[in-house]
Structure formats: C-alpha cells, structure tokens
C-alpha cells in the first residue's frame, strides 16, 4: 500500500516545463513568495516566455501543478553557461526555486532540485550551481550540494 | 604627466570583446590559472565561439590584450538571464574573471569588472551577481560589491 500510496503522490505531483497557460494558475503569485513581483501584463508574459523558450533546453522552466486546485505549487529554473574552461565545459545554473508555504512537506522542493539537476545532466554539464541564503543551505546538502563559495552582489535599482 | 601616463596606460589595456584569433594568443593558457583546462582544438574553440557569439549581447566574454606582447593577460565573461520575477527583470551573471599572475597590481581585474557591470547595466539587469571565493570578497567589495548568499555546487564528474 506504501508503494501505490507513493505512486500515487508522485501522479499527482509531476513536475513538467512551464506552460503560458500557467500564467492563469499562479505562478506569478507564486513567484512573488520569494521576491519582488508586480503583476505582469498577459502581453509581457507572453514575450518573455517566448525569448525564454527559444534557447530551448539551454533555459528551462519547471513548475508543479496542483491537480485539484489547479494551481502552480512549485517552481524552479535552470540555464546552461557554455564556457570554454574545463575542456569547452557546461556548467548548470539553478535558480528561483520555491514551494507555496501551503504545500511545504511534501518534497516538492526535492522534486524541483532533481528535475532541474537532471536535465544539467543530461544536456553534458560538468557540474550544477546555486545560491541560496544560509539557512537554505541545509536542504540544499539534502539534495546532494555542498557549499563552494560566496555570491558577492551589485544592486542597479 | 600623471594623468598623461594614466592615459597611456588605459590605452595600452584595453578591455574588448574576445575575438576567434584569442586563441593563438594565449586565452586558453589565461583560462588554465583559474582551472582545469587541457588544450582544445582550433575546431572545438571556433564551434564554441559560434555558439557563445549566437547569443550576441547576452553572453560576452571580455579580454584585455597587453599589446607589446600581444598576449591576453586579462578575461572575464557576462551572461543575461531573462527571468519573470522582479516585472519580467533580467539579471546579469558574472563569470570566469581571471588575470595574469604576471600582470597583477595594475587594476586589469577591476577594469574587467567594470567592463562586465556597464554591460549587466545597458541591458536593463536589475543587478549583476557572482561567486567568488571568501578570500576574493574584498576584491569585488571594492567593485563595488556586497555579499549576500552562499553558493552550493553538485558536480557530475
């Protein structure tokens, strides 16, 4: 029963790339449990999206939708740096991950890590980085990362 | 005179973007003190370069060439990301910044940066990041800088 109970979650919750129509399930407010976000005009949202999608799997957007409320309940995103150190190497860049506060618990924060981390992966990178607050640090380590260095920031506005 | 000399210096180093002809010029080499870099092929460099360049200003790559050697002694490299947070805001990510341990003391590592920063700038980026290691912290912190989180890293070989 634990294994079907657990498939059964697992259906529930799959993680895919994000949708336009996913604009109308949330994700901007989703977006905004992290980090300054206005709302966004349907004609903006539109436009980023398509200069996004057309680096095609060079930046990729997942989201976990809630079945039954059809909402966006988590997200992340990850980017692949073409670099010519490390033998012309690939280097994944993880960011803008967030679970809604209303479904911490279920390992929808791992889902994210391990989607976006296998498709870093998968497209030849040689390793996969992010930054985070300290105190994320620790669920990081469970997702299999170790703190490497600081990020050092310049704010424009 | 001083300011006549420091003319004369800032012509001499020039910050630029990296040309295909870098390569006999000791960019690799450059590359080679900051990590693990073997030799890469005329081929492999060019198809690298190619694919960086498609992106146009949302990955550049800086050098600066000390002209009476005509070698790079000094690199740095930008990309933008386009992100749907902060009203679809963009942030620039700072890569790769290394110089010469022979032509350190001149400032080439600050001018690098500069050059990177008004780049993130001109494209609209809310704010350009890095990672750096603990000790490089002051460096940027004269640049202008200020540390914010921890960068976690999960390598795949």
Same mark, same amino acid.
């Given at each position: 029963?634990? /294994?079907?109970?657990?498939?059964?979650?697992? #259906?529930?919750?799959?993680?895919?790339?994000?949708?336009?129509?996913?604009? =109308?399930?949330? *994700?901007?407010?989703?977006?905004? #449990?992290?980090?300054? &976000?206005?709302?966004?005009?349907?004609?903006?949202? @539109?436009?980023? *999206?398509?200069?996004?999608? =057309?680096?095609?799997?060079?930046?990729?957007?997942?989201?976990?939708?809630? $079945? =039954?409320?059809?909402?966006?309940? /988590?997200?992340? =995103?990850? *980017?692949? $740096?073409?670099?010519?150190?490390?033998?012309?190497?690939?280097?994944?860049?993880? @960011?803008?991950?967030?679970?809604?506060?209303?479904?911490?618990?279920? #390992?929808?924060?791992?889902?994210?890590? /391990?989607?976006?981390?296998?498709?870093?992966?998968?497209?030849? &990178?040689?390793?996969?980085?992010?930054? &985070?607050?300290? @105190?994320?640090?620790?669920?990081? @380590?469970?997702?299999?990362?170790? #703190?490497?260095?600081?990020?050092?920031?310049?704010? *424009?506005?």
């Amino acid at each position: 029963m634990q /294994a079907s109970n657990s498939s059964s979650e697992d #259906q529930k919750f799959l993680v895919r790339r994000l949708l336009i129509s996913d604009k =109308s399930k949330g *994700f901007i407010e989703l977006l905004r #449990q992290l980090t300054v &976000c206005d709302s966004v005009s349907d004609n903006d949202f @539109e436009d980023r *999206f398509h200069e996004i999608s =057309s680096l095609g799997d060079y930046h990729v957007i997942c989201v976990i939708e809630d $079945e =039954s409320s059809g909402k966006i309940i /988590a997200t992340g =995103s990850v *980017f692949i $740096e073409n670099k010519f150190l490390r033998n012309c190497g690939k280097v994944g860049h993880i @960011e803008d991950v967030v679970v809604d506060t209303n479904a911490r618990g279920m #390992q929808l924060g791992k889902k994210v890590i /391990a989607f976006l981390t296998d498709h870093a992966r998968s497209m030849g &990178c040689y390793k996969v980085i992010l930054d &985070c607050s300290l @105190e994320n640090g620790a669920f990081y @380590e469970k997702c299999g990362f170790k #703190q490497k260095e600081i990020q050092m920031v310049k704010y *424009f506005v």
